[in-house]
């Protein structure tokens, strides 16, 4: 078997799959977090539930509508290029809320363990709402774009088919500034934000805990009884599963992106190019990214954990019944 069709098959494999695992999961997540029993502050529980719906959204219109679509169910509906335009400037909006989501709940978590004055003010409820909302609507307005960069692949009875990218967004420098600054927005900056705020908020930490002990050994002689210690690191482990997460998934991606500037190559000569392999393995993970914030927090916290238990005894008593 040809490489070009090993890679078709595990398309065909990997993306039904994907939304299989992706609804349901996400949904769950959502569910579980919004009856805020999980423990976490209703700032971070706004934060996460808003994650989860992003991450819903990118299952459904890339994985579902974009790419199972264009697997098994050519010719439908979905491939008539006004809806098919559509599509694709929903999966690059979601696709960036979800990312940006990432972004506001690090800078979020940085602000509430490493800037107290700040924090009061910043991390609220209300302002979680606020960044949430202003993210979700930006990140449509800058993809809005996108459904002109397209155009009909066929016309059959006057009726447009398909979406292929037009001509003039190769040529033109009004486009190829849209293409760098769309990159540019999503992934380079949020991969460097997080990546720093993660250094800022573990310097923070290590200075801190250091002074915390020796206080609390020198007042009290509990080196290992601090309830404030035990919270943060819940919040550590939290921040830094999510984002590492992120950095991990999309770092091919990323490495695609950098690839192809720097060799100047926007075209890969065929399924056994080294390049086209990234790009597909650079998909794969991006998407597959939106599976896995519930399964770190199975994983992190003890009471979702419980939820999710509780959950699923539920279900299945209802299934009996």
Known sequence: MHRQEVIHQLDIIFYPILAAIGVPVNLVAMVILSHGKCGLSQCVTRYLVAMAMADLLVVM?????????????????????????????????????????????T????????????????????????????????????????????????IINSVPWDCIVKQIYFSSPGWAIFAWLHRIFTPLLPFALILFLNVLTIRHILRTS???????HNGFGEKDNDPEMKNRRKSIILLFAISGSFILLWMAG????????????????????????????ARMLQLLSCCTNTCIYTVTQAKFREELKNAIIYLFTQIRK
């Open 254 to 281: 990323i490495l695609y992106f950098l690839w192809l500037r720097i060799k100047g190559t926007y075209y890969y000569k065929g399924p056994y190019d080294p390049v086209f392999i990234l790009q597909q393995t």
């Open 210 to 216: 250091k002074v915390r002990k020796r206080l609390r």
């Open 107 to 154: 800078f979020d978590r940085f602000v509430a363990l490493c800037c107290q004055k700040l924090k009061t003010k910043y991390c609220t409820k209300d302002m979680a709402a606020v960044i949430i909302v202003t993210v979700c609507v930006l990140s449509l307005l800058k993809c809005i774009p996108w459904y002109f960069v397209f155009g009909p692949q066929f």
């Open 61 to 105: 219109f890339d994985v579902i509508l974009y790419r199972i679509s264009y697997i098994y169910f050519r010719g439908s509906f979905l491939d008539i290029t006004p809806v098919c335009r559509i599509i694709i400037v929903l999966l690059n909006a979601t696709t960036d809320s979800s990312v940006w989501l990432t972004v506001t709940f």
